[in-house]
């Protein structure tokens, strides 16, 4: 559940990567827990819908530049998606 709320709130593009590999390696010899896939017990929300409501990564660790803001995309893009492509179609409880 941590590492949900982090994703949510954490300003450093440097943690959230070191956050989510420690989680990887944590689960590395669960062949079927992928960490990228489970959904947040009671809101049902994967860590790519966690990201997407974190504003203060966007605002305060990037300072808003567009190369900051690539970095966080470039993020999305090949280290959440590729770990689990399904997430950006997956609904959370609300829809």
Same mark, same amino acid.
């Not at 994703?7 to 079927?32: G, P, Q, Y």
């Not at 995309?73 to 959370?92: C, G, H, K």
């Given at each position: 559940?941590?590492?949900?709320?982090? &994703?949510?709130?954490?300003?450093?593009?440097?943690?959230? =990567?070191?956050?989510? =590999?420690?989680?990887?390696?944590?689960? #590395?010899?669960?062949?079927?827990?992928?960490?990228?896939?489970?959904?947040?017990?009671?809101?049902?929300?994967?860590?790519?819908?966690? #990201?997407? &409501?974190?504003?203060?990564?966007? +605002?305060?660790?990037?300072?808003?530049?567009?190369?900051?803001?690539?970095?966080?995309?470039? &993020?999305?893009? =090949?280290? +959440?998606?590729?770990?689990?492509?399904?997430?950006?179609?997956?609904?959370?409880?609300?829809?």
């Amino acid at each position: 559940e941590e590492l949900y709320e982090i &994703f949510r709130t954490c300003h450093s593009l440097k943690t959230l =990567r070191e956050d989510l =590999r420690t989680a990887k390696e944590a689960n #590395i010899n669960s062949l079927f827990d992928n960490i990228c896939s489970r959904p947040e017990e009671g809101t049902g929300k994967t860590l790519l819908h966690c #990201i997407g &409501f974190n504003s203060s990564l966007i +605002l305060t660790g990037t300072g808003g530049s567009d190369a900051a803001i690539s970095q966080v995309n470039r &993020f999305i893009m =090949r280290e +959440l998606i590729p770990a689990y492509p399904s997430a950006v179609v997956d609904e959370d409880n609300n829809g």
